[in-house]
């Protein structure tokens, strides 16, 4: 029988998941940026050994803390065996590649646990910054510090109210990964803050009420996507397509783990009025 995860039993993984975000990003900031290799996957996208060595942390890391439990990640997309039903690990691990072979210190690990098509637990890490976002839907979510392996006290962390119109708001918005629909989402609501983030990072500042919204109008990938929609909705946001509709994680459409447009809102009374 698939093994059905909801955000009770979620919480008991919590811990142990962070450990394991935490030694993927160790892994990470232990290669040299300056001699690796940087090689071209199919759809153009880099993949360093970084990228490799994080992915085979977390997919040692699962198999002893959930090996019943499938995942999906990004460096092992062409071994998945969609739809994935009941619940499923979603993986990148190092969302922001870019960021990190330019020496940006913008790069992320992201994990989520997938339920039924939606992201019920998500942890966001920036190892170069010592900072992750975490967080359980209906549980809450929390900001946490760390330094190496050791991993600080958590700290509640929650989106806040959308400025009125009219009032200075702040949109995150991607330093790579810019397109010309969420630009224009954003110049048609007056005295926007543009935030430049690399990576998930976007999703953090969200969650933690340092930003307002999040518009992507250009497609990514679910594994971009599944953590830090998890920890924004804990925090009290939500995410959605490019209509207010729901997202759904996990069953393949024909031009792979794609998700077409989403838009991340801090003040979930603003989808669809603004």
Same mark, same amino acid.
């Given at each position: 029988?698939?093994?059905?995860?909801?955000?009770?039993?979620?919480?008991?993984?919590?811990?142990?998941?962070?450990?394991?975000?935490?030694?993927?990003?160790?892994?990470?900031?232990?290669?040299?940026?300056?001699?690796?290799?940087?090689?071209?996957?199919?759809?153009?996208?880099?993949?360093? *050994?970084?990228?490799?060595?994080?992915?085979?942390?977390?997919?040692?890391?699962?198999? $002893?803390?959930?090996?019943?439990?499938?995942?999906?990640?990004?460096?092992?997309?062409?071994?998945?065996?969609?739809?994935?039903?009941?619940?499923?690990?979603?993986?990148? %691990?190092?969302?922001?590649?870019?960021?990190?072979?330019?020496?940006?210190?913008?790069?992320?690990?992201?994990?989520?646990?997938?339920?039924?098509?939606?992201?019920?637990?998500?942890?966001?890490?920036?190892?170069?910054?010592?900072?992750?976002?975490?967080?359980?839907?209906?549980?809450?979510?929390?900001?946490?510090?760390?330094?190496?392996?050791?991993?600080?006290?958590?700290? %509640?962390?929650?989106?806040?109210?959308?400025?009125?119109?009219?009032? %200075?708001?702040?949109?995150?918005?991607?330093?790579?990964?810019?397109?010309?629909?969420?630009?224009?989402?954003?110049?048609?609501?007056?005295?926007?803050?543009?935030?430049?983030?690399?990576?998930?990072?976007?999703?953090?500042?969200?969650?933690?009420?340092?930003?307002?919204?999040?518009?992507?109008?250009?497609?990514?990938? *679910?594994?971009?996507?599944?953590?830090?929609?998890?920890?924004?909705?804990?925090?009290?946001?939500?995410?959605?397509?490019?209509?207010?509709?729901?997202?759904?994680?996990?069953?393949?459409?024909?031009?792979?783990?794609?998700? %077409? *447009?989403?838009?991340?809102?801090?003040?979930? $009374?603003?989808?669809?009025?603004?």
């Amino acid at each position: 029988m698939k093994r059905i995860i909801d955000g009770a039993a979620a919480s008991g993984l919590m811990e142990p998941l962070t450990a394991l975000v935490v030694k993927a990003g160790e892994a990470i900031l232990s290669v040299n940026r300056a001699a690796m290799r940087v090689e071209g996957k199919q759809d153009g996208s880099p993949v360093t *050994e970084a990228d490799l060595a994080a992915d085979r942390i977390i997919a040692e890391g699962l198999a $002893q803390l959930a090996g019943d439990v499938p995942t999906l990640s990004e460096e092992r997309a062409q071994l998945a065996s969609p739809p994935f039903e009941a619940s499923f690990f979603l993986i990148d %691990p190092l969302d922001g590649t870019k960021e990190f072979v330019a020496g940006r210190d913008e790069f992320t690990v992201n994990l989520a646990l997938v339920t039924s098509g939606v992201p019920v637990l998500g942890i966001v890490s920036a190892p170069a910054l010592g900072v992750l976002w975490r967080g359980i839907v209906g549980r809450g979510a929390e900001r946490v510090r760390f330094d190496g392996p050791t991993i600080g006290a958590a700290e %509640p962390i929650h989106t806040r109210k959308l400025p009125a119109r009219g009032e %200075p708001w702040i949109a995150a918005v991607s330093r790579s990964h810019g397109d010309p629909r969420s630009e224009a989402f954003i110049d048609g609501r007056p005295n926007a803050v543009r935030k430049t983030c690399g990576s998930a990072v976007k999703f953090g500042r969200i969650a933690e009420g340092s930003a307002d919204i999040y518009p992507r109008f250009g497609p990514t990938c *679910e594994w971009d996507v599944g953590a830090g929609a998890a920890v924004v909705t804990a925090a009290g946001g939500r995410v959605t397509d490019g209509q207010g509709g729901e997202l759904r994680f996990g069953a393949r459409q024909a031009r792979g783990f794609i998700i %077409p *447009e989403f838009i991340a809102w801090g003040d979930p $009374q603003a989808v669809g009025r603004y």
